[in-house]
Structures are given as C-alpha cells and as structure tokens.
C-alpha cells in the first residue's frame, strides 16, 4: 500500500483540474492579452476563476490577484503594502513561527530600515493577544500572523488579532498568510478583518506555480513586478491561464461541503493520535491532552506533530519510505538542508524533541484504512529501531 501524508508539502492535484488545465493548454491555449476569439477565449477562463474565488472568499472580484504561489504572494502584501504606507509608520509585527516566505521577508525591510517584533508562542504555538497589544505602536504599519502553522498545525486566533490590531490603529494592515489554512477551515476576510490574505494552489489540489493574494477594495498596496501591465499593473507578466483556471476550480471544490470534510479529518486526526502516542517513545506535539483525549477542535484537521523520543526523525522518514509511507520531517517549504525548527524550539521543545519529530499531513484523500496501515507499520519499526539507540 502507498499512503501519502505529507499534504502540507503539496497535494495530488484533482482530476477534474487536470482535465481543465490540460483542455487550455492542447486547445484553448490564447495569450488572454489577445484581441482575437483565441485570447478571448483564454480570458473567460480567467474571469471564471476570479469569480470562483472571489464566492469561496465572498469578496469583490476586483480584490483578487493572482501571483506564482504562497511566497510571492506573502512578499506582495509585506512588501507592497509596507512601501505604499509609509505615512503610517516604519513597525512591523509578526510571529517566531511564521513560513520563511514571511520571516525572511520581513528581514529584509528590517534591512530597509523598518524595525520589526516578533511575537512569542505558548506551549502549543499560540500567541498571547496581550502580548501583541503591548507591542503594538502608533506607528505600526503591518501585522502578519499565519493562520495556521504549518508543522503542528495550530490555529491562531485571527479575528481577535484583527479587533486588536484595528483598535490600536485603524490605519493598520493585518496580513494573513493561509496557505495552511485555507481550504481546512472556514475563512472570510472582510468577517474577519483581514486586509490582506494569501493562498497557495499546490496545497489545495491544484498545480504548484500559482497562487492568490486578496487586497482589500481600501489597501493602498505598490507591486513589486513592473512590466505590460497585466492584473491591473499589480503583476505584470503574461497570465498563467491554466494554473489561474486549475486554482478556481480547485477552489471551489475544496470550499464545496468544507464543514463535513473538517469533520471527517479531525475524526480521523483524533483517532491517529490516540493511537501513535500508546506508542513507547511517541509525543504528540501542539495538541492539548485533556482527561487522556487529545483536544483536536481548535487545531488544524490535517496537521499532526509527533516526536519519537531517541529515533531521529530522518531515520524513521525513510523507514517508514520503505513501506511506501510518505512523510515529512518538519517543513519542506525550505531547502533541504537540516535546520532547527523554529516553531518547535519557540514552543519550548528541547533538541531531542526537535530532532524526532515527524509530520503526518492529511488531505481528502486519506482514508481510515490507511491510516491504520500508518500505525500498523509503526508499531513494528519504532520498536525496532529503538534497540539500535543508546539508553
């Protein structure tokens, strides 16, 4: 049996958005800048997709731009916001456990001469909202927190952050990056007080190379690519029509019974983790335990963090490889360099916690059965490794 979780590093794209994308590059494949049938042709592709997006997020769909993927989108809002708003201030807040697309980002404006905090986490990757009121300044510019963290999955809570954020300052920008979150969770950026929102196609079944930033109809927003124009001059270069119309689609399908399909997922994330963590040597990370029941319903439905204390983490990933069981050894969004995790170290792991920690990634694909041949496969080689290590 093959099982892949590691859904957080990417998904397999939806057959249906194959078939559309594979229709626009055999057949409709016009430049939608054209004036003749074939760029128009190409263009209704594009404005469908825009709509899709624009429904799923209920925003205007004039509010929708779409970029290469989540790291483009991030740089966008932190950069292009921060330039276009610099009556506001020169301070910029955001999280020690953000996506490098955000942490490196705000790096370089600190290298631009803007002054950034970074805001702590609990236990289980939560930041403390009195924290962030005692950091915010007159002159913040920009607040960017993620929705969802991408190695254990916790939820920070967004609207909160918003009303915070917007009290202190109604000039102020909140950012949030949801290429975790989105599609696992239910988000609508004006309810929630978000001026800047981005999503990634490759985590939602659609293909990698392709993305969405959402502006705010009142952010005053600069881009950072200059060339034909397109997009309103926000991004220029020739429209990437298959992926555009591959991520509206994908959009709506995954947006389309959302509700059942989280509680299908955190049925199935409950049950793994009551499971793996009887396991001698298994620590589930960022998941409360509460009367010997792990408290699923304020994390993510598909993100589960796991340490086996005494293995190492890339021993184990390519065991379990062995029996065609794909996961993930923290985040891939980086290079394949071994680096200390910042969102277990910030959350007051130590090393050998660090150094054990496995990701498992759901998706809708996955199905109890194999979950089952998960533990299955575990039960035998955590044991089996364990008496190779020195005690």
Same mark, same amino acid.
């Given at each position: 049996?093959?099982?892949?979780?590691?859904?957080?590093?990417?998904?397999?794209?939806?057959?249906?958005?194959?078939?559309?994308?594979?229709?626009?590059?055999?057949?409709?494949?016009?430049?939608?800048?054209?004036?003749?049938?074939?760029?128009?042709?190409?263009?209704?592709?594009?404005?469908? &997709?825009?709509?899709?997006?624009?429904?799923?997020?209920?925003?205007?769909?004039?509010?929708?731009?779409?970029?290469?993927?989540?790291?483009?989108?991030?740089?966008?809002?932190?950069?292009? &916001?921060?330039?276009?708003?610099?009556?506001?201030?020169? $301070?910029?807040?955001?999280?020690?456990?953000?996506?490098?697309?955000?942490?490196?980002?705000?790096?370089?404006?600190?290298?631009?001469?803007?002054?950034? #905090?970074?805001?702590?986490?609990?236990?289980?990757?939560?930041?403390?909202?009195?924290?962030?009121?005692?950091?915010?300044?007159?002159?913040?510019?920009?607040?960017?927190?993620? $929705?969802?963290?991408?190695?254990?999955?916790?939820?920070?809570?967004?609207?909160?952050?918003?009303?915070?954020?917007?009290?202190?300052?109604?000039?102020?920008?909140?950012?949030? @990056?949801?290429?975790?979150?989105?599609?696992?969770?239910?988000?609508?950026?004006?309810?929630?007080?978000?001026?800047?929102?981005?999503?990634?196609?490759?985590?939602?079944? &659609?293909?990698?190379?392709?993305?969405?930033?959402?502006?705010?109809?009142?952010?005053?927003?600069?881009?950072?690519?200059?060339?034909?124009?397109?997009?309103?001059?926000?991004?220029?270069?020739?429209?990437?029509?298959?992926?555009?119309?591959?991520?509206?689609?994908?959009?709506?399908?995954?947006?389309?019974?959302?509700?059942?399909? +989280?509680?299908?997922?955190? #049925?199935?994330?409950?049950?793994?983790?009551?499971?793996?963590?009887?396991?001698?040597?298994?620590?589930?990370?960022? +998941?409360?335990?509460?009367?010997?029941?792990?408290?699923?319903?304020?994390? &993510?439905?598909?993100?589960?963090?796991?340490?086996?204390?005494?293995?190492?983490?890339?021993?184990?990933?390519?065991?379990?490889?062995?029996?065609?069981?794909?996961?993930?050894?923290?985040?891939?969004?980086?290079? $394949?360099?071994?680096?200390?995790?910042?969102?277990?170290?910030?959350?007051?792991? @130590?090393?050998? $916690?660090?150094?054990?920690?496995?990701?498992?990634?759901?998706? +809708?694909?996955?199905?109890?059965?194999?979950?089952?041949?998960?533990?299955?496969?575990?039960?035998?080689?955590?044991?089996?490794?364990?008496?190779?290590?020195?005690?």
């Amino acid at each position: 049996m093959e099982v892949y979780l590691d859904n957080s590093a990417t998904t397999r794209v939806y057959p249906e958005v194959v078939e559309l994308i594979s229709k626009i590059m055999l057949e409709d494949y016009g430049n939608p800048s054209s004036v003749h049938m074939k760029g128009v042709d190409a263009e209704r592709y594009v404005v469908e &997709a825009t709509k899709q997006v624009a429904a799923a997020l209920k925003v205007n769909e004039k509010e929708i731009l779409f970029t290469s993927g989540g790291t483009e989108s991030d740089n966008t809002a932190l950069i292009g &916001a921060v330039m276009a708003n610099k009556r506001t201030g020169n $301070h910029i807040i955001t999280t020690k456990v953000e996506h490098p697309a955000i942490l490196n980002t705000v790096k370089y404006l600190e290298e631009q001469g803007y002054e950034a #905090d970074y805001l702590n986490v609990d236990e289980y990757g939560v930041i403390s909202l009195e924290e962030l009121k005692s950091k915010l300044r007159p002159d913040t510019v920009l607040v960017s927190v993620m $929705h969802t963290n991408n190695e254990v999955g916790s939820l920070q809570p967004i609207s909160e952050i918003s009303k915070i954020v917007k009290a202190n300052n109604p000039a102020t920008l909140f950012h949030v @990056d949801a290429v975790q979150g989105f599609g696992k969770a239910e988000i609508y950026p004006k309810k929630q007080g978000i001026d800047l929102l981005s999503i990634s196609g490759h985590k939602i079944h &659609a293909p990698k190379g392709v993305g969405i930033l959402y502006i705010g109809e009142k952010v005053k927003i600069k881009p950072i690519t200059y060339g034909g124009g397109q997009q309103k001059g926000m991004r220029s270069g020739t429209v990437n029509t298959p992926g555009i119309a591959g991520i509206g689609l994908a959009v709506k399908m995954i947006t389309s019974g959302l509700k059942e399909e +989280c509680v299908r997922l955190r #049925d199935l994330k409950k049950y793994f983790l009551s499971e793996v963590s009887k396991i001698d040597c298994a620590d589930v990370n960022g +998941c409360r335990l509460e009367n010997g029941e792990y408290i699923v319903d304020d994390t &993510a439905p598909h993100i589960m963090n796991v340490s086996f204390l005494g293995l190492r983490s890339e021993v184990l990933l390519h065991a379990l490889e062995d029996k065609g069981i794909y996961v993930s050894a923290g985040s891939a969004c980086s290079s $394949h360099s071994k680096k200390e995790s910042s969102t277990l170290k910030s959350m007051g792991k @130590d090393m050998p $916690h660090m150094d054990s920690a496995l990701r498992f990634s759901m998706s +809708c694909f996955t199905t109890k059965e194999e979950l089952d041949y998960v533990l299955d496969v575990l039960r035998e080689i955590v044991p089996f490794y364990s008496r190779f290590t020195r005690k």
